[in-house]
């Protein structure tokens, strides 16, 4: 059975930096891919990242260069290093794994989140 943890989520102010993790168990990183989500209050969810078979790394317009995605297979973590965050940022922050199929991410599991709240 998979499990997906994650931990990391803070207040912080703007301009500030957060790591969030993604404890995987259960599950290779290996052949599979990854997704970060989030979801802010009153808002739909959004794909923040995705790590594709470990060779394609894409970001939502609105994080590039100041996100990064990782994953550390010897640990089955998960990480989204957030720089420069912006109070538009705040939002619960979800992991997801799951199947990469053709040239698409199938996800399976979800983590139960870790909120993120960035202050002006």
């Known amino acids: 059975q998979v499990q997906l943890v994650e931990s990391g989520g803070d207040s912080v102010q703007a301009g500030g930096s957060l790591r969030l993790s993604c404890a995987a168990s259960g599950y290779t990183f290996n052949s599979g891919c990854e997704k970060w989500f989030r979801q802010a209050p009153g808002k739909e969810r959004e794909e923040v990242a995705e790590?594709?078979?470990?060779?394609?790394?894409t970001y939502t317009d609105s994080v590039k260069g100041r996100f990064t995605a990782s994953k550390d297979k010897t640990k089955s973590t998960l990480y989204l290093q957030m720089d420069s965050l912006k109070p538009e940022d705040t939002a619960m922050y979800y992991c997801?794994?799951?199947?990469?199929?053709?040239?698409?991410?199938?996800?399976?599991?979800w983590g139960q989140g870790t909120q993120v709240t960035v202050s002006s």
């Open positions: 790590i594709f078979l470990s060779v394609r790394i």
């Open positions: 997801a794994a799951g199947q990469a199929i053709a040239s698409t991410c199938h996800i399976r599991n």
